[in-house]
């Protein structure tokens, strides 16, 4: 079983930059599928960026071109690179797991994701 860890959050102004991590530990990034959500008061987890073991990727409109996922699979680590923040990316940012391949419509899917990490703050000030 897979434990996760996020950190890298913050207070950050309006088109300022944050990188999210991701640390695994109790198995490694191989044959899974790595997604980060994130959750703002009163709304839905939602799928940001999603990555496989393939290398396919996905990205939630309201974040093509500002973020990037990325893995370094010698540390274990799946990282979220945040450009060209703004306050409504404010949320608690979640990474999770799912063992073995989902469909790239699946990916953004809360429900599709065994593991879970605590969570990490960002918040974007205007």
């Known amino acids: 079983e897979v434990q996760l860890v996020e950190s890298g959050g913050g207070l950050v102004q309006a088109g300022g930059s944050l990188r999210l991590s991701c640390a695994a530990s109790g198995s490694t990034f191989d044959d899974y599928v790595i997604g980060w959500f994130r959750q703002a008061p009163g709304k839905g987890r939602e799928g940001v960026s999603c990555?496989?073991?393939?290398?396919?990727?996905y990205y939630a409109d309201s974040v093509k071109g500002r973020f990037t996922i990325s893995s370094d699979n010698a540390k274990n680590t799946v990282y979220l690179q945040m450009n060209s923040l703004k306050p409504e990316d404010t949320a608690v940012y979640y990474c999770?797991?799912?063992?073995?391949?989902?469909?790239?419509?699946?990916?953004?899917?809360?429900?599709?994701?065994?593991?879970w990490g605590q969570g990490t703050q960002v918040t974007v000030s205007s």
């Open positions: 990555m496989d073991s393939d290398g396919t990727t």
């Open positions: 999770a797991a799912e063992r073995g391949k989902i469909t790239i419509a699946a990916m953004p899917i809360a429900y599709w994701y065994d593991y």
